[in-house]
């Protein structure tokens, strides 16, 4: 979604609302399509002092399977995004700005990257979840399964050579 700041441009001062929703249901993350809700996108543009200041939240709630129990969970996930926006590049060296097109910045884009490089490296359902044995396939939160630890294979090995 492109915004128009071009009202705003030269008038410190003032500020524009905008607010959308982002679809990334076919995103994958980690492996999952966890987006399946739409996410909504709220934000402004000031001026400041001559200064345009970009702030953004996007926020959903993911449904995803944890990683290691392969139960179905729901996450609240909200996203923060700042930026500074310019017409042009030519005394600035600074990443946070992010330039304008025909006075035009594309919040959708934004937001579409904001949220991605902001998603956990896992989905779990818990911090301190215990996972699946590797042997039995049972829910190891819920209690031990019974199963014998496996050996150490090297000395397993070595048990063999003896
Ligand atoms: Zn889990
Ligand atoms: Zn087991």
Redesign the pocket.
């Known amino acids: 979604m492109r915004f128009d700041v071009k009202p705003i441009l030269n008038f410190p001062g003032k500020s524009l609302d905008f607010q959308f929703t982002l679809d990334l249901s076919d995103t994958e993350m980690n492996g999952q399509f966890p987006a399946q809700e739409p996410i909504r996108v709220r934000g402004s543009v000031r001026n400041t002092a001559g200064l345009l200041e970009l702030s953004m939240t996007a926020s959903t709630t993911l449904d995803a399977v944890c990683d290691r129990c392969a139960k179905s969970i729901r996450l609240p996930k909200e996203v923060e995004f700042h930026c500074l926006l310019a017409e042009n590049l030519e005394n600035e060296q600074n990443d946070e700005i992010v330039l304008l097109e025909d006075g035009e910045v594309d919040v959708g884009e934004l937001a579409r990257t904001a949220f991605i490089l902001e998603m956990d490296a896992k989905f779990l359902c818990s911090e301190d979840c215990k996972g699946l044995?590797p042997?039995?396939g049972?829910d190891l939160n819920l209690g031990p399964?019974?199963?014998k630890k496996d050996a150490d294979p090297r000395l397993a090995a070595l048990a063999k050579l003896l």
């Open positions: 044995c042997r039995c049972a399964c019974g199963c």
